[in-house]
């Protein structure tokens, strides 16, 4: 955080120098100048009369009339010499550093800089490596978790990284337990949230449609019980309107005396 912030001090700096500076221009107030090389431009005329008077009465009569202007323009506006970036080198191949520089030149000042910053990632490459040799897997894993990348890649393929010791099942608890150690805090916060919102709007859709699913299946039991109503009723009225009349056929004797 400190390389970031000097570093933006150092180009807000470089930046206010360019703002602030002109073209170094060398001012003469002299009616002679030159720009850049010999520009000379003349301008003029001649005019010759001739005019001759004799004794006899003739006039000869001779003017001559030369005018010329020189014009010559001689300002200079050559800039500084150029501010040339110092060169930077790792100086092995073993070492995860990089060099960077930079130059600025304007019409009043040159600045040039440079400075070596370490990268971290390649660090932790070259770390992960020794441990592996060294028989130290847990350990190896666990500096390569040090990326958040690699942290979220791990939990995506369900082997999260270590805690404390713990690995597996008791280490993702761990995780879970206190995230704010996670090295993808900010990624993993802002994950969850689109998670639960998604999970909100899954489960109001299927609450929806359950409630949409009991009120038809409501409707259809109502009205299956309606027909059978219907049903029953048509069928005792049908018994109420029936009339049996039954008629002995057997004949009587009568006797008389």
């Known amino acids: 955080m400190k390389q970031v912030l000097t570093n933006l001090a150092l180009l807000l700096m470089l930046a206010m120098l360019v703002f602030l500076s002109k073209p170094l221009v060398a001012d ?6 030159n720009t850049s090389g010999s520009n000379t431009n003349i301008t003029g005329g001649y005019e010759s009369t001739s005019e001759t008077t004799y004794a006899d009465g003739s006039t000869n009569t001779t003017t001559t009339n030369n005018d010329s202007t020189s014009t010559t323009n001689s300002n200079s506006t050559v800039p500084p010499p150029s501010a040339n970036s110092p060169s930077y080198s790792s100086m092995s ?53 040090q990326d958040k990348r690699v942290f979220e890649a791990m939990n995506s393929a369900g082997t999260p990284c270590p805690f404390d010791g ?34 909100a709007e ?8 359950a409630e ?10 109502a009205k ?17 309107e029936e009339t049996i009349i039954i008629i002995d056929s057997v004949p009587v004797a009568i006797h008389s005396e």
């Open 93 to 145: 191949q073993d070492v995860c550093s990089m060099g960077v520089s930079g130059s600025v030149t304007t019409g009043l000042v040159g600045i040039s800089g440079g400075k070596h910053f370490i990268d971290e990632n390649c660090e932790r490459i070259k770390l992960a490596k020794v441990l592996q040799d060294f028989g130290m897997k847990v350990a190896s894993v666990a500096i390569l978790c």
């Open 202 to 209: 899954i489960l109001a859709q299927q609450l929806k449609e």
């Open 224 to 240: 299956k019980a309606e027909k059978e109503a219907l049903k029953k009723d048509e069928e005792e009225a049908k018994l109420n």
């Open 166 to 199: 713990k690995i597996g099942k008791d280490a993702a608890s761990m995780w879970e337990k206190y995230p704010e150690l996670r090295p993808d805090y900010e990624n993993h916060v802002e994950r969850t949230k689109i998670i639960e919102n998604i999970d």
């Open 212 to 221: 949409e699913e009991a009120e038809r299946i409501a409707a259809e039991e």
């Open 28 to 33: 003469d107030t002299n009616t002679q100048t």
